[in-house]
């Protein structure tokens, strides 16, 4: 580790924090109707759009009906998605003549595009036509985002409204953060990458003629917009196989660093939403204050771990740490902090390969996605992921001193602690019973590159990013098989939706609950006692349903490494 790579880090943080509470301030505008700076320009075409949709934007939604629109709402998009990749080799803007996705491999697209995974089992540049990039999968990297963020607003409305039986409107939510939110910064950042070197065109591929003589086709396309919203909107699939490492998605160090705060921007913001619409911005800032312990220990192990290498390699005179998967234009530092802030925001976008990072390294990044993705996490799902730990906290609380817990003025049940289970309990049978099924039958065990603890690893990274939503993958596991392409997709639609139904459900009941006045014996819940206790309560829950299974992998590789042994690959 290096003064230098620390001031990297520094100036990470202290740059998400400077634009959380400007742009939480304009979310929360946003979200509430207010006029903002946008709307003399906006406010005529979202008129337009409900008007077309025959939608009232004064009206609201029960719980109920705002999870079955945005169910309803999803279920049309991915049957739009499977049938485009379905029909795309007969669909205009296809220059390099791609053909038809295949059923199970479109049945797994779809499925990751709609619920924010961007799990690609393939290379996108030698699989899907230009249409299917922007109409498929940019397109749905938008709606996606925006649902998140919807639905987050939707949960804190829950906290903040007494003896309501509305949450908001999906359809207004949703097009307001698209509208405001989404696309404007998307324009201003497309043209920021284009500068960079990023394409951004319909044009065929390039051909060129290489020092031997050779000729070689150089892929292209409109890849500085899809970049633009999988890095806002914590989507992460990227345009070309090898994601944010290649020159043509992340060319210099300035749209590296750019792109990691991106990943992180929108969701410590939404913190800073929730605390002004509860009336206590202490509260946003208690919330962002947990969910950033857990980065930092997560930046602290990574990036030693890789500054440190291994013993096999430190052997062989390889010092200077572990440099094995990553690109030299970003080296440790940048490609550590990669990896974490990737894996806690639930983005999955990579610009090194976590396949080849060190046992530890490679731990983080496991933990991140375990935990439900609620360091900082998606848009929007991080937070109401956090939420739901914050009730378990909160229940944790009234458990040791003996009286109802209570949290912002509502008193935390039983229906709100059993909903909150089950939010956080799906995650564990995804990943783990889809990981146990994975590694006894024939077709599970074909897939990884390794033996031992790594293809372990290999396997259950795999079906953890798939349940939690995050998209990336070890590296080493070829999921482009009807098992993984089902089980995976399955992961995914699980892993998304087992969890919002029951974020929902618990907004629609604290929305309805009186508000009680704080007494004595109210826990402050914006002080460091709070967020020591709702990391304790996060790392408890975490270890209990993951660690056991989760440790096998990494650690056992981690003690062969020190003891002087090696895999075939990675770690």
Not at 202 to 208: F, P, Q, R, V
Not at 259 to 288: C, K, P
Request: charged content about 10%; some cysteine; overall charge neutral.
């Amino acid at each position: 580790m290096t003064i230098n790579g620390w001031i990297q880090v520094a100036l990470f943080c202290a740059i998400v924090l400077a634009l959380v509470r400007p742009l939480g301030g304009y979310m929360t505008r946003v979200f509430r109707g207010e006029r903002t700076l946008l709307s003399p320009v906006l406010l005529p075409v979202e008129t337009g759009l409900y008007r077309l949709a025959g939608i009232d934007a004064r009206g609201e939604q029960s719980w109920l009906s705002y999870g079955l629109a945005m169910l309803t709402f999803h279920a049309l998009g991915f049957a739009m998605l499977y049938g485009l990749l379905r029909l795309q080799d007969v669909l205009p803007l296809n220059p390099a003549g791609q053909g038809a996705v295949a059923p199970d491999l479109a049945f797994n697209t779809a499925a990751s595009f709609v619920t924010n995974t961007n799990w690609q089992n393939y290379g996108g540049e030698s699989t899907l036509s230009y249409l299917s990039q922007m109409l498929g999968l940019t397109h749905q990297n938008f709606l996606s985002a925006a649902t998140g963020i919807a639905l987050a607003v939707a949960l804190v409305r829950g906290f903040a409204r007494a003896s309501a039986r509305t949450v908001g409107s999906f359809w207004v939510d949703l097009t307001r953060c698209t509208l405001y939110v989404l696309l404007p910064i998307c324009v201003v950042y497309t043209l920021f990458l284009v500068s960079q070197g990023i394409p951004q065109t319909l044009g065929a591929s390039i051909e060129a003629t290489t020092l031997e003589g050779a000729t070689q086709s150089i892929a292209i396309g409109p890849v500085a917009s899809q970049v633009a919203i999988k890095m806002l909107g914590t989507n992460g699939g990227g345009f070309f196989n090898a994601n944010a490492a290649h020159p043509f998605e992340n060319p210099t160090a300035l749209s590296n660093f750019i792109q990691i705060v991106s990943i992180f921007v929108l969701g410590a913001a939404m913190t800073n939403v929730f605390g002004r619409m509860v009336g206590d911005e202490r509260q946003g800032w208690a919330i962002l204050g947990a969910m950033g312990v857990l980065f930092l220990a997560g930046v602290l192990v990574t990036y030693a771990s890789e500054a440190a290498g291994s013993s096999v390699l430190n052997g062989l005179g390889l010092a200077g740490g572990n440099m094995e998967g990553k690109e030299l234009r970003f080296g440790i530092v940048a490609s550590a902090l990669f990896a974490v802030v990737t894996t806690a925001a639930s983005c999955g976008a990579v610009n090194a390969m976590h396949d080849s990072f060190t046992a530890l390294g490679g731990l983080i990044p496991m933990i991140n996605m375990q935990l439900g993705e609620i360091i900082v996490g998606g848009v929007g799902a991080g937070l109401y992921g956090m939420l739901v730990f914050v009730i378990v906290a909160i229940f944790v609380a009234g458990l040791m001193v003996g009286r109802t817990p209570e949290y912002l003025g509502k008193k935390i049940e039983a229906r709100e602690v059993k909903m909150a289970m089950l939010a956080i309990l799906c995650l564990p049978l995804m990943m783990l019973g889809f990981t146990g099924l994975a590694t006894v039958v024939a077709a599970g065990l074909a897939g990884p590159a390794n033996a031992g603890p790594h293809g372990f690893s290999e396997i259950l990274y795999a079906f953890t990013s798939a349940a939690a939503n995050n998209g990336s993958a070890f590296g080493g596991l070829s999921g482009n098989t009807p098992f993984y392409n089902t089980t995976l997709a399955i992961g995914m639609l699980v892993g998304r939706f087992f969890v919002i139904i029951p974020a929902l459900a618990i907004a629609g009941a604290l929305a309805a609950k009186k508000t009680v006045p704080a007494s004595a014996g109210t826990l402050p819940t914006h002080g460091g006692l709070f967020i020591g206790m709702l990391v304790g309560v996060i790392l408890i829950v975490g270890g209990l349903t993951f660690f056991p299974s989760l440790a096998l992998g990494p650690i056992v590789e981690h003690l062969a490494g020190t003891a002087g042994l090696s895999f075939a690959t990675g770690g």
